[in-house]
């Protein structure tokens, strides 16, 4: 298997430490402290193999990146490598100092995220007071630097309703590209999915206002737009199949396909500190274990999209149905389809209460 | 006038030794050019015109003028309709 293509992207999740507490959070309900992290010279290890074996982007995130001490160097790091460099920030810390660093590492690109276009709501959300005007100030900052600017909306039941808004102020900020993304329902997001899952009516209206922005800012901004499975007819191909695409890494060291894939049962996800990246990519029992469509049962083992989505999504079987080797359940095609229906069926008569995310309490 | 197309901020156009391909790099997406869309985003520097890049491809690669250029305004509005070139 090692004349695999070699993978495009490195998602390091340099740290589980955030400011912020959003209930959507794809983050582990587990989250790894300061401590298991993974040392500077661990880090300037990785991005050193990363660009041997072919690697073209590395996505910093968390958590948030700019948490680590250590973030202006591994970027800057990583770019020396030829690597294209971008930081997947929610922007509160992204002050005039760090701009300016970030600059001189030569980082080229930054994804800033918003908790929602009200700032009362955005606040709220991410448990911050303050943080809107803190983004609105880093979105600033990002263009003042004459850098490109990405803007990402996390989209839920809460605040589908303003998607137009959202995009209003992506134009007004400037922004080259605005993610309107659904939350995807994995570790905090599906802790909280009964108060997150948007209506169909919310979802068709999203999607009527995307499309209609896309139009009129056609060669100005590109919107990119991803839906929630639980409205799906067919699955999403989850991170472009297992194995295919990237590889992300957790704070601590484990590399794994996505950064949802420690909830899987039965994997030992090699560690950075004991397996070379390029073994980890060509030979890694949990690598090779989804990759491709040996693995497939019925329906996907004979259906025409099995090279398109892949299957879909492992967690998301597992999660759903306990079955990590199952269709995944957003395919219409699946037998377990249902339980999609009865989410959202779940969600619609639920309250809607938030369980925020933050670090376990120390034991005593 | 044509116009003189640029890389759209935060693009790069490189040379990818592991795979022995040029690759155009992006906030969040990558490309593969074909070899005539390499030879075509190798002149694109902001100052050429697609007029100037297509002659320039028609002399190097001996080819009817008029083609090449309808080449050259279709890849680059297909690009700049993807937000990775600004015509």
């Known amino acids: 298997m090692t004349d695999f293509p070699p993978p495009l992207g490195l998602i390091l999740e340099v740290t589980h ?3 912020l507490q959003c209930p959507y959070c794809s983050n582990p309900l587990e989250l790894e402290r300061a401590n298991a992290e993974l040392t ?43 690597l294209y460099t971008n930081i997947i920030t929610s922007g509160v810390t992204l002050d005039d ?7 001189r590492a030569g980082v080229d690109h930054i994804q800033l995220s918003f908790q929602d276009v009200d700032a009362a709501e ?16 880093a979105a600033e900052r990002i263009r003042g630097a004459g850098l490109p600017l990405t803007l990402n909306f996390v989209v839920h039941r809460g605040n589908a309703d303003r998607v137009t808004r959202m995009i209003a102020m992506a134009e007004e900020l400037q922004a080259e590209r605005t993610e309107i993304a659904h939350v995807q329902y994995y570790g905090w997001g599906l802790r909280n999915r009964n108060a997150l899952l948007p209506t169909r009516a919310q979802l068709e209206s999203s999607t009527a206002a995307v499309e209609a922005a896309r139009l009129r800012l056609s060669g100005r901004m590109v919107i990119d737009y991803v839906v929630p499975d639980y409205h799906a007819a067919r699955p999403k191909a989850c991170m472009g199949g297992w194995a295919r695409r990237f590889i992300n890494i957790s704070p601590s060291g484990h590399a794994m396909p996505c950064h949802a894939a420690e909830t899987l049962p039965g994997f030992t996800f090699p560690s950075v500190r004991q397996m070379s990246l390029a073994e980890i ?21 004979s259906c025409d999209r099995r090279e398109i989505d892949w299957g879909g999504c492992r967690c998301q079987a597992f999660a759903l149905l306990g ?14 389809h249902h339980v999609m229906h009865e989410a959202l069926a779940e969600s619609e008569a639920s309250a809607g209460t938030y369980v925020f995310r933050r670090m376990a309490k120390l034991e005593a | 006038m044509s116009p003189a197309p640029r890389l759209s901020p935060g693009h790069k156009l490189r040379f990818d030794q592991v795979r022995q391909a040029w690759v155009l790099l992006g906030p969040e997406r990558l490309f593969m050019p074909d070899e005539p869309a390499v030879e075509i985003l190798k002149l694109v520097d902001g100052e050429r015109t697609t007029h100037a890049i297509a002659e320039n491809l028609a002399a190097r690669f001996d080819a009817p003028l008029e083609t090449i250029q309808g080449d050259v305004d279709t890849m680059l509005a297909e690009l700049a309709a993807r937000g990775a070139i600004k015509l």
Do not use: Y
């Open chain 1, 40 to 82: 500077t010279a661990d880090w300037l290890h990785v991005l050193d193999q990363a660009a041997e074996i072919g690697v073209l982007q590395v996505h910093f995130t968390g958590g948030e990146p700019l948490s680590r001490r250590d973030i202006v160097e591994l970027v800057a790091h990583a770019g020396g490598r030829g």
């Open chain 1, 97 to 103: 100092k760090m701009m300016a660093n970030l600059m």
């Open chain 1, 323 to 336: 079955d990590l080797n199952a269709t995944d359940p957003a395919c219409e095609l699946s037998p377990h």
């Open chain 1, 17 to 19: 430490r955030c400011p």
């Open chain 1, 281 to 301: 990519w060509h030979n890694s029992e949990a690598f090779l274990r989804f990759r491709g469509t040996a693995w497939m049962p019925e329906p996907c083992a």
């Open chain 1, 122 to 137: 955005n606040d709220f959300f991410g448990g911050s007071p303050g943080a809107f005007a803190k983004k609105r100030a």
